[in-house]
C-alpha cells in the first residue's frame, strides 16, 4: 500500500524507525533488516530496561544507583541481563507482527489509488499505529513482556535463590504453574500502553515539518522526540503492566485494582517509577536503530539479489 511516510524499521519498544533512504521495496528485506538492527538494539540498551522494571517492581523508594548497586553486587554485571533472551527470542516475531499489522491497517484506509479513503489526513498514522499496536500486544508484546518481568523480578528474590536457571526453565515453570494463560497476565494494560505508544509516535512523528526528518539523522531526532512524548504521556501504563506481570501479580484482583492499589499505597508519584530510564531506552532505541537500519539493507542488497519490482 502508498504509506503517508516511508516506513523503515519497527523497532522492539513500540518506535518505527522510519528514515527516509534505503528503503527497500522487498518485504523480506524490510523484515530482516528490521529484526536484525532491533536484536543489536536490544542487546545495547536492555541495561536501561532492566534498570526501569527493577524501579517499577519495587514497592518501596528505591533509587537508580541502589539498583545498579544491588546488581552488580549480587549477579555481576551481566545481571543487568536477566531477561535479556525473553526480548531477543521474541524480536524477529514482534517485527512480523507490528509491519504487518500496519501494512493491513494503512490498507484499509487507503482508497484503490492510495488516497486517503476516509479523510484522516496526519491522523491516518496515528489510527494505523493504533491497531498495529493493539495486534502486536495481543500476539507478541504480552508474553514477551510478562517474562521477561518475571525473570527480572525473580532476581530480586529476598526469600532465596532465584527460582528461574534460565530463559527455557524459566518459561516452563510459568506456563506449568499458571497455564499457558499465566503469560497473558496484564494483557490489557499492555494492549493500551503498546497501542497508544505506537499511535503517540506515529502521531508525533508526522507532526515534525518533513524538512527536519529528511535525513537519517535528523529522523532519529524526531523519532526520539515522539518516542519521549509518549514515554511521559503513558508511564503510568507501563507502571500497571509491570506490576500485573511480576511474581507479586496475583495479589491484583484486576487492572483497575491495580491501579487504586497502586494509587493508595505509593501516590500519584508511582505512576512514573522508572520514567528516566525508560526514557533514556527509547530514545536510544530509535537512535541506534535509525543508524544501523540502512547499513543492514546495504549489506543485504550485496548478498541478497531480488527483483527490484517486488513489493
Known amino acids: 500500500c502508498n504509506l503517508p511516510f516511508q516506513l ?16 527497500p521495496k522487498h518485504k523480506g528485506k524490510a523484515l530482516v533488516a528490521g529484526a536484525t538492527a532491533g536484536v543489536l538494539e536490544i542487546c545495547c540498551t536492555y ?17 537508580v544507583g541502589s539498583i545498579v548497586s544491588t546488581t552488580l553486587t549480587s549477579n555481576g554485571p551481566f545481571g543487568f541481563y536477566r531477561g535479556l533472551s525473553s526480548m531477543v527470542y ?6 512480523a507482527t507490528r509491519f504487518a499489522s500496519f501494512e493491513t491497517c494503512s490498507g484499509f484506509l487507503a482508497g484503490p489509488n ?80 503498546v497501542s497508544t505508544a505506537q499511535a503517540t509516535r506515529f502521531g508525533v512523528f508526522q507532526l515534525i515539518p518533513p524538512e527536519q526528518r529528511n ?24 507502571v500497571v503492566k509491570s506490576r500485573m506481570q511480576g511474581l507479586e501479580a496475583s ?5 483497575l485494582h491495580c491501579v487504586q492499589e497502586l494509587l493508595r499505597n505509593e501516590g500519584i508519584m508511582g505512576f512514573y517509577k522508572g520514567v528516566w530510564p525508560r526514557m533514556t531506552r527509547v530514545c536510544l532505541e530509535v537512535g ?18 531480488t527483483n527490484p519490482r517486488d513489493a
Do not use: C
Open 8 to 23: 523503515d524499521h519497527p523497532t522492539q519498544e513500540g518506535i518505527f524507525a522510519m528514515a527516509p533512504v534505503n528503503k
Open 47 to 63: 541495561p536501561t530496561e532492566y534498570v526501569k522494571t527493577s524501579l517499577q517492581l519495587s514497592t518501596r523508594t528505591v533509587s
Open 90 to 95: 521474541f524480536a524477529a516475531p514482534k517485527a
Open 288 to 305: 541506534i536503530t535509525m543508524s544501523l537500519y540502512g547499513e543492514i539493507v546495504k549489506v543485504l542488497d550485496h548478498f541478497w539479489k
Open 114 to 193: 492510495g488516497e486517503d479513503k476516509y479523510g484522516l489526513g496526519k491522523a491516518k498514522g496515528f489510527v494505523a499505529g493504533l491497531g498495529a499496536g493493539t495486534m502486536e500486544a495481543i500476539f507478541v508484546t504480552t508474553p514477551q513482556e510478562t517474562i521477561k518481568v518475571k525473570l527480572i523480578n525473580d532476581s530480586f528474590r529476598t526469600d532465596g535463590p532465584p527460582r528461574y536457571r534460565n530463559f527455557v526453565h524459566g518459561v516452563r515453570t510459568i506456563v506449568t504453574e499458571s497455564g499457558l494463560f499465566g503469560i497473558y497476565k496484564g494483557v490489557l494494560p499492555t494492549i493500551i500502553k
Open 251 to 255: 495479589k491484583y484482583r484486576s487492572t
Open 215 to 238: 535525513t537519517p539523522f535528523k529522523a532519529a531526532i524526531s523519532g526520539a522526540f515522539a518516542g519521549g512524548v509518549s514515554v511521559l504521556l503513558f508511564q503510568g501504563v507501563d
